[in-house]
């Protein structure tokens, strides 16, 4: 395992990366840049830089009038509040035209725990997969943030992705063979297994090394994409 790395941290990053290649990309962000790390786009691309404020039924609402204008946007803000204070415009502006705006929350889950309990989002996976024609992801790190960043990318219509605030360790290569809606085994094993996503990755590959020193293989499977979720790799696991 490599260096530690925020999941938020990449996202920053590949904003960059992929706004000097594609010059439809816009970045808006709900007065959060420095947390989501959309400051480093806004720097590199200011003119496609749009700051919403703490406003952030505006943040999505503009992110939708974008994309049915033809550009690309990233929008970001912290889980909590683009899922609790943005719901009715994401649902109704952005999943009800199908309008291809990305979604990208940071500070997802319980680890946020310096913000405290208003600060914590674990409702986000329930809310935002039940709308329709939502895709929803959750990279388990740096590297594998970037190569499904750039899954959705190419993906036509609306996406939520959830990315942590705390750094986790870096367990893919790059040009790892991931896809959208497809779970990725990262350790096998024949005992037992543990899906997760996100930062629970890390923890179960924490979990694996212990449980391997008593004898108990188990393997570990990134549920990357929330959904379409891959019942396959469900059934599977169960099965063998």
Known sequence: MADKIATRQAYGEFLVEAGAARPEIVVLDGDLAAATQTKLFRKAFPERF????????????????????????????????????????????ICYNRANVKICATHGGITVGEDGATHQCLEDFALMRVLPGMRVICPADAVSAKILLGQILDANGPVYARFGRAAVPVFYEEGAPLELGKAHCLRPGKDA??????????????????LQ????????????????????????????
């Open 213 to 240: 020193a008593e004898g108990i293989d188990l393997r570990v499977i990134d549920m990357h994409t929330i959904k379409p979720l891959d019942k396959e790799a469900v059934l599977q696991a169960a099965a063998e």
């Open 50 to 93: 749009f700051e919403a404020g703490i406003a952030e039924q505006n943040l999505y609402g503009m992110a939708a009038g974008l994309a049915l204008s033809g550009k690309i946007p990233f929008a970001s803000t912290f889980a909590m509040f683009a899922c609790g204070r943005a719901y009715e415009i994401i649902r109704n502006s």
């Open 193 to 210: 297994a543990v899906i997760a996503c996100g930062v629970e990755v890390s923890e179960a590959m924490q979990a694996a090394e212990l």
